[in-house]
């Protein structure tokens, strides 16, 4: 590494500071961005396909005529253009992914009060929602199936999965992944202009209720901008790990869990943290050590110059507090007794526990979505999940009895409000019986 590894520790005057520093990320998106975000959501919206074939055209170089060239038909045949192995561990991948997000679904419910009126809860899937999956210099398969399985299992009527295809191409695999997973159609689109054609419909794209799945920042200001005509699932920042050590793990394998986040891109963070200052020698001695062989060296080392960071704590009580302060996407628990630690956890998106288990079991195959909080947002938010497709609505149904004995109540409250209509339409019910 040309740049030294950041090394804080807890007992320094300096360390709140630096942590602040360590840990800041500015998300807004410039003028600029935000401006062509805005016309491209504007112009699909008012002149639907034929601005979505002018983007396309455009920005994936392709030479469409007619938006129905968008649709990519017959999912199946592109099994056969990936290879067995790599076809047998998506189908086992899904298999599980559908397990563990099976355990999720609500269910509806409704009880009777002492008054005799019914209450509850009636849950629904969405009707539709859109998945976005990123295209053009990598192929996320598991992308498609995070993103598809919870919204099939919640029991959505129809999924559409956009993703680009620079110069018409797509990569089989993920066509195969999205086979595999029950995507209902596929549109060959990307950039802000997919977002927009899911967000509010064209002749040839289905308006959808909810578009989930990552994208560059053109993607993500669009989303944002789309919030309110659509739901969302987040706006997701660089991709982050913080490993917590006893000092009781190879530190080449913590080196390589470190590097698996670091290679995302240079603005992912990873940072480890240990009470033993011995153990983050060790540790950075096999980053300088195993970084040269990395195929992709000069991302993750820009990576942790940047923002990764050794952290020396007094114990692990105090790593637990500021496994909280950070609230991270990932969090590796590389400790003897990791349960131990668990109840203390408040933020984390994702937590593996114990010194077998790394962050990319949870990105492939172990069975928990990978689409999680960054950014510290983990303090109020979830990982996708079914409950993300599914949609909660109220149940009262009053018995004659209860609506004059509620409506006592509600006229009361309505009156001190001041809105007398309310009142009313509450007191049409209320029997001459139940007046005081």
Not at 148 to 157: I, L, N, Q, S, Y
Not at 368 to 394: E, M
Not at 397 to 415: K, N, W
């Amino acid at each position: 590494m040309s740049r030294p590894l950041a090394r804080l520790s807890t007992s320094a005057a300096d360390f709140d500071q630096r942590l602040r520093e360590l840990l800041a990320f500015d998300q807004d998106t410039d003028a600029a961005v935000q401006g062509t975000v805005r016309e491209i959501l504007a112009a699909v919206r008012t002149r639907g396909d034929a601005a979505l074939l002018e983007y396309t055209n455009r920005f994936d170089q392709r030479a469409l005529t007619s938006a129905a060239e968008l649709e990519v038909h017959d999912l199946d045949r592109f099994r056969a253009q990936v290879p067995t192995d790599v076809l047998a561990a998506l189908s086992a991948a899904a298999e599980r992914i559908r397990d563990y997000h099976q355990r999720q679904r609500q269910v509806s419910w409704e009880y009777t009060d002492g008054d005799g009126t019914v209450l509850g809860q009636q849950i629904t899937p969405l009707d539709r929602a859109g998945v976005y999956v990123p295209g053009g210099k990598a192929a996320y398969p598991s992308s498609v199936l995070m993103n598809v399985m919870p919204a099939k299992v919640a029991g959505v009527r129809e999924v559409i999965m956009v993703v680009p295809a620079p110069q018409g191409l797509i990569e089989p695999v993920v066509l195969a992944a999205a086979a595999i997973a029950g995507v209902d159609r596929v549109f060959s689109i990307g950039g802000a202009q997919a977002v927009a054609a899911l967000a509010y419909g064209t002749a040839t794209v289905p308006a959808v209720d909810k578009i989930v799945g990552p994208g560059n920042i053109y993607v993500a200001t669009a989303k944002a901008q789309v919030f309110g005509r659509v739901g969302i699932d987040m706006i997701a920042g660089p991709s982050e790990i913080l490993i917590v050590c006893d000092g009781g793990t190879d530190p080449d394998w913590v080196a390589m869990d470190l590097f698996s986040q670091a290679e995302h891109d240079e603005q992912a963070q990873s940072i480890l943290i240990c009470p033993d200052a011995a153990f983050l020698d060790q540790v950075e001695a096999s980053i300088r050590r195993l970084l040269p062989g990395m195929e992709r060296a000069a991302i993750i080392a820009e990576s942790l110059a940047r923002r990764g960071a050794l952290i020396d704590v007094r114990d692990l009580d105090e790593a637990v507090e500021l496994i909280n302060r950070i609230a991270p996407e990932h969090l590796e628990l590389s400790v003897a007794e990791p349960r131990q630690l668990l109840p203390g956890i408040r933020h984390a998106g994702a937590i593996f526990m114990g010194r077998y288990a790394n962050e990319p079991l949870g990105d492939y195959c172990a069975g928990p979505n990978h689409v999680l909080p960054t950014a510290g947002t983990a303090r109020f938010s979830s990982p996708l999940g079914v409950y993300d497709f599914q949609k909660r609505s109220s149940i009262i149904e009053p018995s004659a009895d209860a609506a004059g004995r509620l409506g006592l109540l509600a006229s009361t409250l309505a009156r001190a409000e001041g809105l007398t209509a309310h009142a009313r339409s509450a007191e049409f019910r209320i029997r001459p019986d139940q007046k005081a």
